[in-house]
């Protein structure tokens, strides 16, 4: 799995300038009990910092 932290407009600006066309963008909701099958690494996820992720549906041009 890689990982990509950027902005939503850099994200959607590279995949136009790369010829796709994006069809979906899906944002699945956050799972509470995350926090205990990973408490290491959700620890210092706190406040108004939340780990989430977006998934892209993309058509070549």
Known sequence: ???WDRP?????EA???????ISV???PPFVP????????ELRE???TRFLNFLFFVLEAG
């Open 8 to 12: 939503l407009h850099e994200m959607t």
């Open 25 to 27: 963008i899906s944002e």
């Open 33 to 40: 009990e995350a926090r205990e099958l990973f408490p290491d």
């Open 15 to 21: 995949f136009g300038a790369a010829g796709f066309r």
């Open 45 to 47: 996820i706190t406040g």
């Open 1 to 3: 799995m890689s990982f």
